[in-house]
T-cell receptor, first 111, second 119 residues
């Protein structure tokens, strides 16, 4: 399976702390995207990082990409209770236009 | 970001009936649409890829006669779950993207999902 792996599977932190989630994938990619999903809802696009980029920022989000290790990380700084959700990475392999999703990290931020 | 509308958001049906789910790109032309299935507390599993005007490409293990996909226009794709059974109950999500000249520019936008419950 080309599905990526994410760790940790679940993460529980206190409000104000930083949350780091990692994603590993198996094949060379064009892009890697991070999505957020609240329970029972659709996906919200957070950040897209291209294979020739190493780091991107958006507000309290910071994404890194290491293509040599085939891994990415998502850092949420100064977390809030509203950040509680599942976070997924998705990659599209070179030569395809379809995205394969990672296993996801369930983040719980305690107020 | 671009807007993708998915309808209905929730459907309950009797076993044996067929259910149609619509996915529309509201402010862009989607050359490609994708259909995913998600079980509780699990990741999204790609079911099929559809390009406007051509037959959908199904992932291994997905029954094409069970899950009929039509992508008749650049703004609409439909998924029909035929003769639905309780095991088809799941969360179905579509996504849409437009393909630029460079594959590195593709971005995929998701609908809000449809929760199907088959009794």
């Amino acid at each position: 399976s080309q599905q990526g792996e994410e760790d940790p599977q679940a993460l529980s932190i206190q409000e104000g702390e930083n949350a780091t989630m990692n994603c590993s994938y198996k094949t060379s990619i064009n892009n890697l995207q991070w999505y957020r999903q609240n329970s029972g809802r659709g996906l919200v696009h957070l950040i897209l990082i291209r294979s020739n980029e190493r780091e991107k920022h958006s507000g309290r989000l910071r994404v890194t990409l290491d293509t040599s290790k085939k891994s990415s990380s998502l850092l949420i700084t100064a977390s809030r209770a509203a950040d509680t959700a599942s976070y997924f990475c998705a990659t599209d392999a070179i030569g395809t236009y379809k995205y394969i999703f990672g296993t996801g990290t369930r983040l719980k931020v305690l107020a | 970001g671009a807007v993708v509308s998915q309808h209905p958001s929730w459907v309950i049906c009797k076993s044996g009936t067929s259910v149609k789910i619509e996915c529309r790109s509201l402010d862009f032309q989607a050359t490609t649409m994708f259909w995913y299935r998600q079980f509780p507390k699990q990741s999204l599993m790609l079911m099929a890829t559809s390009n406007e005007g051509s037959k959908a490409t199904y992932e291994q293990g997905v029954e094409k006669d069970k899950f009929l996909i039509n992508h008749a226009s650049l703004t609409l794709s439909t998924l029909t779950v035929t003769s639905a059974h309780p095991e088809d109950s799941s969360f179905y999500i579509c996504s849409a993207q437009w393909t630029s000249g460079s594959s590195a520019k593709n971005i995929q936008y998701f609908g809000a999902g449809t929760r199907l419950s088959v009794l």
